[in-house]
């Protein structure tokens, strides 16, 4: 079965540090582009990050440009995604997800729609 399981969310003040990681399992995790979502109650998934499937700079929304860096291991079937200067409003549910094929960049990436695999997320709360 494939399994996608986000862990490392918790509370911490602005300007705070916090790493995520995703386990993945199942599914032949190197072949796939993966990206982080995160989800306020009462609306729509928000794209935060996409990174390639042999890892590099990853590409991020506007939003954590400069704050957020996604990382990979292969090796370790595991998506990491480190957040610094952390503020309330990316208090939300982190979540990841693997691509399907397609175009990329920013307008593919974003889309709900252009995933095969999703996580079960974890809560991440910054607040003084």
């Known amino acids: 079965d494939v399994q996608l399981q986000a862990y490392g969310g918790g509370e911490v003040q602005p300007g705070g540090s916090l790493r995520l990681s995703c386990a993945a399992s199942?599914?032949?995790?190197?072949?796939?582009?993966m990206s982080w979502f995160r989800q306020v109650p009462g609306e729509k998934p928000e794209w935060v990050s996409s990174?390639?499937?042999?890892?590099?700079?990853?590409i991020y929304a506007d939003s954590v440009k400069g704050r957020f860096t996604t990382s990979r291991d292969n090796a370790k079937n595991t998506l990491y995604l480190h957040m610094d200067n952390l503020k309330p409003e990316d208090t939300a549910v982190y979540s990841c997800?693997?691509?399907?094929?397609?175009?990329?960049?920013?307008?593919?990436?974003?889309?709900?729609?252009?995933?095969?695999?999703w996580g079960q997320g974890t809560q991440v709360t910054v607040s003084s």
């Open positions: 997800a693997a691509a399907l094929p397609g175009p990329g960049g920013t307008n593919y990436y974003s889309r709900v729609t252009s995933y095969a695999y």
């Open positions: 199942g599914f032949a995790f190197s072949e796939f582009t």
């Open positions: 990174i390639g499937r042999s890892g590099g700079a990853g």
